[in-house]
């Protein structure tokens, strides 16, 4: 089997059915199979858990480029792009909760949400920016948008900042969960600056080169990090 | 006068047949440690021992009450973890009996008082009252209680006394959740002696006809039905009657989001969010959510309590 066939049919498919275990999760909870509970508030339970596992997704497609990076395995790019949609699909859940069964479709009730609630004016930022990088995450799109794609894309760190933000803020007083959250998060954002600055370093003149590579030597976690990326590989997933 | 009551009560020796069945209670501890047992199929909440009351129907709302398994599932309770299926999970550790008061401050009758000598004397009524939590959720609960003020009255508070503060057990052996300083242990909420001394404001004891679970602030809660839910302060050891408005838990731990007042109010929100509806728990789909109303539907008996305050300034 060709790895483009093991990811086909193996890897897409498994990765693909984790990805709706919480959904069955929360079913089994609506409908009491196997003795599953939603609990008291189910209509706060389905929202909750939608609303994190939106997160979990969107932080796990941010840790695809660190995990290929530093275990030199650059064809797990070959999952973002299903961890990213089922992230936007988990959102949109989250949101359709919150409308019709937290809000009961009261449009009026949404709108002076998002206007007077900041966590709920940043959580629908984040479900606002998060379509045109669904849209555009198919292959044709990335072909036509080229170099624009990535840039566009970028897009995602916004988003996720804005997501934790909305969690932090919501939480009434025990911030242990969104700091986790937040940690994670800065850790994969934090992965990214250092990256961009050690190429930077690598791409001055030859001096400051030199103490690049000292710099790379003393450590061999930044020894990875300064692996030079095979390029276009962002842009070209298969 | 002060009155010192001896540490041993009689009914620790000679159970009090008429109020606990001590039988009922073994079997309640057997069901607690089954449910803890049985975690992974949800076995519903114990049931404690059953009480002996009147229903007062004259302070009883007419809306369906909530199911046991909600009201005793369903807590915020933080001494238990903040989870809202913890304490049903973890309250089991709290020990309800044997339990005494220490009553101190502005009062003639000052002491330490154990939970029988409180309760005797008095007469339980069940009422079935609604609750609103400050999170915008709400449950109707028949509460079994006696109101505040005949405990109070027995104090003898003097002129001094303006307000009443309460505070919780401290012991994180028993509460887990203090382990934590997600807010500033132990818990403590306070009320003006007019609100205190108002026929509304309820000590409660049981639920359901039965003995209060931990989970609900066994053995001694305070509600007072037309606030915020985090007024009723739970498993309360002390009372004191005090001439300056008393920190509460809350109002120290944000006191821009909780004021020391918490009427339950529809037109002041809270900073992040709305306080103009609620969610009734246990209600159906698509239909839970209702309006909230002034003073949780008591404004017509406590309405008066507040005249001429500006109540977005006293939130």
């Known amino acids: 089997m060709t790895l483009t066939q093991r990811y086909r049919f193996i890897y897409k498919p498994l990765v693909f059915a984790a990805c709706l275990l919480p959904l069955a999760w929360l079913a089994c909870g609506a409908f009491g199979w196997f003795g599953a509970s939603l609990g008291a508030d189910p209509v706060k339970e389905l929202e909750h858990e939608c609303g994190k596992t939106a997160l979990n997704l969107l932080l796990l497609t941010l840790a695809v480029t660190p995990v290929r990076e530093l275990s030199a395995r650059p064809q797990l790019l070959r999952l973002r792009r299903m961890l990213g949609l089922f992230a936007f699909f988990y959102v949109l859940l989250h949101f359709t909760i919150y409308l019709v069964l937290d809000l009961e479709l009261n449009f009026a009730t949404l709108g002076a949400d998002i206007a007077k609630r900041p966590y709920i004016t940043i959580g629908f930022t984040a479900l606002l920016l998060l379509i045109p990088l669904a849209v555009t995450s198919t292959n044709a799109m990335m072909r036509r948008l080229g170099r624009r794609w990535q840039a566009l894309h970028r897009l995602v760190y916004v988003i996720a900042i804005l997501g934790v933000w909305h969690f932090y803020w919501q939480v009434k007083r025990d911030i242990r969960e969104p700091l986790i959250y937040a940690g994670i998060l800065g850790v994969l954002l934090g992965y990214r600056i250092v990256r961009a600055r050690m190429r930077q370093r690598s791409a001055a003149p030859a001096g400051a080169r030199a103490v690049a590579a000292r710099a790379a030597e003393l450590t061999s976690t930044s020894q990875a990090v300064a692996r030079p990326r095979p390029l276009g590989a962002a842009n070209n997933p298969q | ?315």
Request: positive net charge; aromatic residues 12%; charged residues 20%.
């Open chain 2, 1 to 315: 006068m002060k009155v010192r009551v001896p540490r041993i009560a009689p009914s620790e020796i000679t159970p009090q047949g008429v109020y606990f069945s001590r039988r009922a209670l073994l079997a309640g501890a057997l069901a607690t440690g089954a449910s803890s047992l049985l975690r992974a199929a949800e076995a519903p909440p114990a049931q404690g021992a059953p009480l002996s009351y009147t229903a007062n129907a004259q302070y009883s709302v007419k809306e369906p009450p909530n199911k046991f398994e909600e009201i005793a599932g369903y807590n915020n309770f933080y001494e238990f973890g903040t989870d809202k299926d913890s304490p049903s999970r973890t309250a089991h550790a709290l020990k309800p009996r044997p339990w005494s008061v220490k009553v101190y401050g502005e009062s003639e009758v000052q002491g330490t008082f154990d939970l029988e000598d409180i309760l005797k004397g008095v007469s339980l009524e069940e009422r079935i009252y609604r609750f609103r939590c400050v999170e915008a959720w709400s449950m109707v609960v028949p509460w079994v209680g006696f109101p505040l003020s005949t405990l109070l009255a027995r104090f003898k508070p003097t002129s001094r006394a303006k307000y009443v503060e309460f505070t919780t057990l401290y012991d994180p052996q028993q509460m887990p959740g203090q382990r934590v300083r997600v807010l500033t242990w132990p818990y403590a909420e306070g009320l003006r002696i007019d609100e205190a001394m108002h026929p509304l404001t309820l000590m409660v004891v049981g639920l359901y006809g039965r003995v209060l679970p931990n989970q609900d602030g066994a053995p001694l809660r305070l509600i007072v039905p037309w606030k915020y839910g985090f007024k009723g302060i739970k498993s309360i050891v002390k009372i004191g009657f005090t001439s300056t408005q008393p920190r509460t838990a809350w109002n120290v731990a944000a006191p821009d989001e909780y004021g020391f007042y918490a009427n339950v109010n529809p037109q002041v929100d809270h900073p992040r969010w709305s306080q103009a509806s609620e969610r009734r728990i246990g209600a159906p789909f698509l239909a839970a959510r209702r309006p909230t109303l002034p003073f949780n539907g008591y404004a017509e008996q406590v309405a008066g309590l507040y005249q001429g305050m500006d109540l977005r300034r006293y939130f």
